[in-house]
């Protein structure tokens, strides 16, 4: 199962979108695959400001079409890069090695 926790701006309201559909993971892989791509160019990259929308996809199970959703994404709030619970959220390693960093501020 994806859990992805959204915040309405207008309110800040918190709700969980989550999925065990293939359409639903596609879309979580598609809003996290670009935040990621971003974040590799933007120093301090805060989070994505996205527009909920539906497209389809071709499924062979059901032989056409499925909707799915579509998070469309139509800003970044860069004023308040995410932090986790004080510790600091890093960007994905931009040298393109697989070196971990393990440093965990306290």
């Known amino acids: 199962m994806y859990l992805l926790p959204f915040e309405k701006v207008e309110m800040g309201e918190m709700i969980i979108f989550s999925t065990r559909s293939m359409g639903g993971r596609r ?5 996290a695959r670009a935040w990621t791509q971003r974040c590799k160019r933007v120093t301090n990259c805060g ?3 996205i527009k909920l929308a539906v497209t389809t996809f071709y499924s062979k199970k059901a032989k056409g079409d499925v909707k799915r959703s ?3 994404i139509v800003g970044w709030d860069d004023r308040n890069p995410p932090t986790s619970g004080g510790a600091e959220v890093l960007p ?3 040298s ?3 070196e971990m960093n393990d440093k965990i501020p306290f």
């Open 47 to 49: 989070l994505p400001i």
């Open 92 to 94: 994905p390693n931009k």
């Open 96 to 98: 393109g090695g697989d």
């Open 70 to 72: 579509l998070f469309t």
């Open 27 to 31: 879309s979580v892989a598609d809003l």
